[in-house]
């Protein structure tokens, strides 16, 4: 049984702080586009994490990270390349000490600030924090203990529960998103879900959870067992278009909800996402989507020899990964499936980028 949404009245002073930063990134995405230029800059800015989730691919506590000045520099490089929005993930990005100090380069610079995290130690980390971020993402992959327990942080659920009530009224909040990453291991959560991030006044993103990478040597899929198989996708499919139906925040388009329902292994796109997003490892690796295992170039060694961020762009491999990664469809991330939509300009994702800098 579906629970209907109530509504939920954001500060008014929230709301006109969301159209600035949305008003931002749409005129930094319109330049960007007509540029040929990235227009996100995704830093996985450390392997460390907190939490133990068996769904996750990226973490790893002994990757070494870049330093400070090594990080100021590339927000700084992103904002003179024309780039409009920085996201920054991880492991758990609220492991670096200096992330406040991060975020507030990449702010000055003119970068609207992602920031997403399993939301541990915002409670103690919010007030540094402040200012700095523009859009919070919160990981939720369930409700309560099962929440918890997915994430192997016991007392996780509790604390989003107090963070979100805290900062509900702040006219400083960032437009608040929740990620839910769909698996055998949460099946139905989206109906769980829902609920908890209209409460919060937040939009609900869902994925279906990643299972592996290109390498040099193909797919590599070490967590294909823990993936819904392709009824279960239908289903979660199915159940969005309903929650969206009845007013609950689901982000997703209606493209890709219809596309998820009829092709769950989502093949019927052409992916334009290395064109407009530009990974950054935490060990400064620029990630080639197509050959994860060989980095483009190292943020690190190009600064030491005095290049610029935009040398990447020249590179010929960077040049045949865009056009290669046009006949791959290994990605399920809905963000890799609007990003290339919205690079193509097509209808839908420039309405919802809309409806973002509206609301």
Same mark, same amino acid.
């Given at each position: 049984?579906?629970?209907?949404?109530?509504?939920?009245?954001?500060?008014?002073?929230?709301?006109?702080?969301?159209?600035?930063?949305?008003?931002?990134?749409?005129?930094?995405?319109?330049?960007?586009?007509?540029?040929?230029?990235?227009?996100?800059?995704?830093?996985?800015?450390?392997?460390?994490?907190?939490?133990?989730?068996?769904?996750?691919?990226?973490?790893?506590?002994?990757?070494?990270?870049?330093?400070?000045?090594?990080?100021?520099?590339?927000?700084?490089?992103?904002?003179?390349?024309?780039?409009?929005?920085?996201?920054?993930?991880?492991?758990?990005?609220?492991?670096?000490?200096?992330?406040?100090?991060?975020?507030?380069?990449?702010?000055?610079?003119?970068?609207?600030?992602?920031?997403?995290?399993?939301?541990?130690?915002?409670?103690?980390?919010?007030?540094?924090?402040?200012?700095?971020?523009?859009?919070? #993402? @919160?990981?939720?992959?369930?409700? =309560?203990?099962?929440? /918890?327990? +997915? *994430?192997?942080?016991?007392? &996780?659920? %509790?604390?989003?529960?107090?963070?979100?009530?805290?900062?509900?009224?702040?006219?400083?909040?960032?437009?608040?998103?929740?990620?839910?990453?769909?698996?055998?291991?949460?099946?139905?959560?989206?109906?769980?879900?829902?609920?908890?991030?209209?409460?919060?006044?937040?939009?609900?993103?869902?994925?279906?959870?990643?299972?592996?990478?290109?390498?040099?040597?193909?797919?590599?899929?070490?967590?294909?067992?823990?993936?819904?198989?392709?009824?279960?996708?239908?289903?979660?499919?199915?159940?969005?278009?309903?929650?969206?139906?009845?007013?609950?925040?689901?982000?997703?388009?209606?493209?890709?909800?219809?596309?998820?329902?009829?092709?769950?292994?989502?093949?019927?796109?052409?992916?334009?996402?290395?064109?407009? #997003? @530009?990974?950054?490892?935490?060990? =400064?690796?620029?990630? /080639?989507? +197509? *050959?994860?295992?060989?980095? &483009?170039? %190292?943020?690190?060694?190009?600064?030491?020899?005095?290049?610029?961020?935009?040398?990447?762009?020249?590179?010929?491999?960077?040049?045949?990964?865009?056009?290669?990664?046009?006949?791959?469809?290994?990605?399920?991330?809905?963000?890799?499936?609007?990003?290339?939509?919205?690079?193509?300009?097509?209808?839908?994702?420039?309405?919802?980028?809309?409806?973002?800098?509206?609301?």
């Amino acid at each position: 049984m579906i629970q209907w949404p109530s509504t939920v009245r954001p500060h008014s002073s929230t709301v006109v702080a969301k159209v600035r930063v949305g008003s931002r990134f749409a005129g930094g995405l319109v330049r960007a586009r007509l540029r040929g230029r990235p227009v996100i800059l995704s830093h996985l800015i450390t392997g460390r994490c907190n939490a133990d989730c068996p769904t996750c691919l990226w973490r790893d506590d002994a990757t070494r990270e870049l330093d400070t000045d090594t990080v100021a520099w590339l927000y700084r490089q992103a904002a003179d390349l024309g780039i409009p929005q920085l996201v920054v993930w991880g492991g758990e990005p609220l492991l670096r000490s200096d992330l406040p100090a991060l975020l507030a380069v990449a702010r000055e610079a003119g970068l609207v600030v992602t920031l997403i995290t399993n939301g541990w130690s915002l409670g103690e980390r919010w007030p540094e924090l402040r200012g700095h971020v523009d859009v919070l #993402i @919160l990981s939720l992959d369930d409700t =309560g203990e099962a929440h /918890d327990r +997915l *994430r192997g942080l016991p007392g &996780l659920f %509790r604390r989003l529960e107090a963070f979100t009530a805290s900062v509900r009224d702040d006219p400083a909040r960032p437009k608040l998103l929740v990620n839910t990453v769909l698996s055998r291991l949460n099946r139905g959560a989206l109906r769980r879900v829902a609920p908890v991030a209209e409460r919060w006044g937040a939009g609900l993103y869902f994925c279906p959870m990643e299972t592996g990478r290109m390498e040099t040597s193909g797919f590599a899929g070490p967590l294909a067992s823990l993936s819904l198989e392709p009824r279960g996708l239908r289903d979660a499919a199915r159940l969005a278009k309903v929650l969206k139906g009845v007013g609950y925040p689901l982000m997703a388009t209606d493209r890709y909800l219809d596309l998820l329902e009829k092709d769950p292994a989502l093949t019927a796109y052409t992916c334009r996402a290395p064109r407009a #997003i @530009l990974t950054v490892e935490a060990d =400064g690796a620029v990630r /080639d989507c +197509l *050959r994860r295992d060989v980095p &483009l170039a %190292r943020v690190d060694q190009l600064r030491a020899a005095g290049g610029r961020m935009a040398d990447v762009l020249a590179i010929p491999r960077y040049q045949q990964m865009v056009k290669s990664a046009e006949r791959c469809t290994a990605c399920n991330n809905p963000d890799v499936l609007e990003i290339s939509w919205l690079w193509d300009l097509e209808r839908q994702m420039l309405e919802k980028v809309g409806r973002l800098v509206a609301t």
